[in-house]
T-cell receptor, first 115, second 112 residues
């Protein structure tokens, strides 16, 4: 399996622009998680989906952030409009949650720089 | 809210020595504790995990111990090698959800 795939790997954009980050989870996994990593705040969970349904979006910083999962093999995280403080590495992780199984597998991340 | 404390934040050891990283969690109902290794420019990689019905788990040079009473768990790396140099994160699953609460990370340097 190719693992979790994220695109783009790097994104540089100007303040005010819309940014869309993409994720393809591991085939067969039923849960998907979006994280943000910064030096100041560490790894923060933004939102997670189970069977394509958003379960908990309490970590989404504000209305400028939105996430969708239209099907089991694709998810997007959108920031509109972007601000310099959104600069971070964004990770997607997927998991097959069943019974007592909770392992999450992370993608390589998207490094976002907003100037 | 629920949190996970991780110590130390940085750790330097000589090649061949052992390294120990410790975490304490606050949610007494947490029942799953993974450890991740993150190399520069990469995503976190799951290296070992432990469930609350087990006190210790080993996988070659790495081991994890869990003390449910004290609500702490530790990662032990023996015979360290330069390729063990990375940032290590502990996590605890938030009871009743599938959310991880991550520790703040430990930067391990193995000196050749």
């Amino acid at each position: 399996d190719a693992g979790v795939i994220q695109s783009p790997r790097h994104e540089v954009t100007e303040m005010g622009q819309e940014v869309t980050l993409r994720c393809k989870p591991i085939s067969g996994h039923n849960s998907l998680f979006w994280y943000r990593q910064t030096m100041m705040r560490g790894l923060e969970l933004l939102i997670y989906f189970n069977n394509n349904v958003p379960i908990d979006d309490s970590g989404m910083p504000e209305d400028r952030f939105s996430a969708k999962m239209p099907n089991a093999s694709f998810s997007t995280l959108k920031i509109q409009p972007s601000e310099p403080r959104d600069s971070a590495v964004y990770f997607c992780a997927s998991s097959l949650i069943s019974g007592g199984s909770y392992e999450q597998y992370f993608g390589p991340g998207t490094r976002l720089t907003v100037t | 809210g629920e949190n996970v404390e991780q110590h130390p934040s940085t750790l330097s050891v000589q090649e061949g020595d052992s390294a120990v990283i410790k975490c304490t969690y606050s949610d007494s109902a947490s029942n799953y504790f993974p450890w991740y290794k993150q190399e520069l420019g990469k995503g976190p990689q799951l290296i070992i995990d432990i469930r609350s019905n087990v006190g210790e788990k080993k996988d070659q040079r790495i081991a994890v111990t869990l003390n449910k009473t004290a609500k702490h768990f530790s990662l032990h790396i023996t015979e360290t090698q330069p390729e063990d140099s990375a940032v290590y994160f502990c996590a605890a699953i938030h009871s009743g959800t599938y959310k991880y609460i991550f520790g703040t990370g430990t930067r391990l340097k193995v000196l050749a």
